[in-house]
């Protein structure tokens, strides 16, 4: 079963048969309905259309054919409000090549073609008799890398997918099969270290974490590019999490399919920077686990020695998570990157500080930080920086051993995990990302399901973060 599915995001050429997609603000009706709609005056009116974000009217020719259509761009506060919101507009376009006409301006046009894009996005492995319908095709706007945009909404489609697939499906095995077919495609050098190899290469805690499944835990490396800067990312692959002997409730196992959204969220990333050819040498390492209950599996108190040195303390079971990325990011670390980035769906405390859509990020650089934000802009991929706040470090210090998983102290859960993983980094420029990697309903570019989070902003990013 091929999992990093062959995608189909292209845009229109221009041809006769295009047609016209005229967006406008609400103040510019006016202007409109007095000249180039002038004919469809009567008919806007009359169907109560204002211009609101993502507002659609087809606009009938004269023969009673579709000559065009209509759409709001809705108010500065509207658009602020919600990113991507010309694509309710695309949603209800008949099939057919479409041409935006309107005054925009270049970040209008480029998030109005990267919601055009990522509204094309089906997830339907599951119901392979349902006709997929004809979608509307966009002529790229004039002055826009087409390349870029592509492979944007390219590697959000492979992120989705692995997301929104099963455990049953998207084990480690299935996520190993995702790995070794993306490098396949860039010609990228793969490792995969698997099951007691793991203890025999000093990886104690994935195997600890991973060792409870039937499915071997494994920690995955792929390596592209020999020169410029050296660029490691890290994903956590929690392919499922029951929480182990600290079992989750039902309720709270109904999302862990996305526990490995982070190994979700850095192939992705990974695909957009090979397939773009950026400068750098990159890495990739997923340590992908199921945190499952059986005889083998970890148990509370237990005390871990991690391959950096520190032993851990196990106080949960449910906080598995920083133990495998822990192991991992030691290893990237012995490679002397230059910057060092880690990815995961590792805490319901992200969630509660800042919602579902937002990605909280932690760094102590204050240059990564501002080439991030200028890159979540450019890219239509918010983030929001909490702190490594070092007053709480002693928080992840139990006595009976260097560190704990999970202190019981009741507050600032994201942080206390974030100087967790922190510990095992030294030397490169490190950024860690909290996700949530879950759309919880339905938004413009957005089906409600798994999403990527970060990714983008730090594509657009990158050149700034590693001068490039």
Known sequence: MPVARPLAFTFASRSPDTRPLHVLRPEEMAAFLAGAGARWAGWLTATGFEAGLGELRLLPGADGSLAGAVAGLGSA????RQRFGLAKAVAGLPAGDWALEGVLDPSERTEAALAWLLSGYRFDRYRPARKAPALPRLVCPEGLDANRLIAMAEAEALTRDLINTP???????????????????????????RSDDLLAQNFPMIHAVGRASPRAPRLMDLRWGSKGPKLTLVGKGVCFDTGGLNLKPSSGMNLMKKDMGGAATVMGLAQMVMGLGLPVQLRVLVPAVENLVSGTSIKPKDILTSRKG???????TDAEGRLILADALAYACEGSPDVLISMATLTGAARVAVGPDLAPYYTDDAALAAALEAGAKAGFDPVWRLPFHDAYESVIEPGIADLDNAPGYGFAGSVTAALFLRRFVEGP?????????????????????????GARAILEGLPAMMKL
């Open 77 to 80: 506060q509207a658009r602020q």
């Open 429 to 453: 420029r490190y950024m860690h990302f909290d996700i949530y990697g879950h759309t919880p309903s339905d938004q413009p570019a957005r089906p409600k399901g798994g999403v990527g989070q």
């Open 310 to 316: 520190p032993t851990v303390e196990v106080n949960d």
């Open 167 to 193: 455990a049953e499906d998207m084990g480690p095995d299935e996520l190993e099969a995702a790995f070794l077919a993306l490098a396949g495609v860039f010609g990228a050098e793969v490792k995969v270290i």
